[in-house]
Every structure is written in structure tokens, then in C-alpha cells.
Nanobody, 123 residues
Framework: QVQVSESGGGLVQAGESLRLTCAAS???????????MGWYRQAPGKQRELVAT???????NYGDAVRCRFSISRDNAANTAVLQMTSLKPDDTATYSC??????????????WGTGTLVIVSS
């Protein structure tokens, strides 16, 4: 089992920057480390979309809408993933959720999700 939590959301003006932090905690006695982590977002009435993912080896992948503006990094020892967001636009307004993949001997690799943090970008 993995507990995932996000922080750092808020209200900003267009063009400003914001940093989101995701922390994944494996329950005591867990047999494996967290694998890939990532950020997704969903605006009201819209489909959830990829923001960025990063493997446990540090290989990133970005959604087209945020490439070259956002940057994802991670600390494997701390099981954290940081999303650095710059040049924010009103279209970036959404609830941002973090996910972490964790292996299970019985169920294979499972996805664990946080409850999300809200980002609002005003014009």
C-alpha cells in the first residue's frame, strides 16, 4: 500500500510560476520501492490529461500542452516528485493529481493516487 499526497496549489496570475510537490509513502513493511510517478490534471467538464511522468530512473515524459513550460523531477530516496510550472496560462487551471506505481506480489503493479491540489491561473 502507498499513500500519496500533493501540495503547492493555489491562485496565481498568468505568467507566474508555481511548484507542486508529491510525496509517496510506502507503508511500513512494504516489500518494494515506488516505481514511476506522475502528474495528471483535470479541469471541470474536461477529460483528465497527462501533465508529466517520470520513471524511477529519472526519465521524464510530458504532455504536449505543458512541454517546455513545466519540468518534473524526483528524489527516489524520499519518494517525492516535484512539478515546476512556469509561464502559467489560464488554460492550466485544473485539479492536479499525483500518481505513483508500486509493485505487489499478488496484484502486479498498481497505481495509487492522491486527492489532488487545485491550481487556478487568472488572466
Amino acid at each position: 500500500q502507498v499513500q500519496v499526497s500533493e501540495s503547492g496549489g493555489g491562485l496565481v496570475q498568468a505568467g507566474e510560476s508555481l511548484r507542486l510537490t508529491c510525496a509517496a509513502s510506502v507503508v511500513p513493511g512494504g516489500a518494494f520501492n515506488v516505481k514511476a510517478m506522475g502528474w495528471y490534471r483535470q479541469a471541470p467538464g474536461k477529460q483528465r490529461e497527462l501533465v508529466a511522468t517520470i520513471t524511477n530512473r529519472g526519465v521524464p515524459n510530458y504532455g504536449d500542452a505543458v512541454r517546455c513550460r513545466f519540468s518534473i523531477s524526483r528524489d527516489n530516496a524520499a519518494n517525492t516528485a516535484v512539478l515546476q510550472m512556469t509561464s502559467l496560462k489560464p488554460d492550466d487551471t485544473a485539479t492536479y493529481s499525483c500518481t505513483a506505481k508500486h509493485p505487489s506480489l499478488s496484484d502486479g503493479v498498481m497505481d495509487f493516487w492522491g486527492t489532488g491540489t487545485l491550481v487556478i491561473v487568472s488572466s
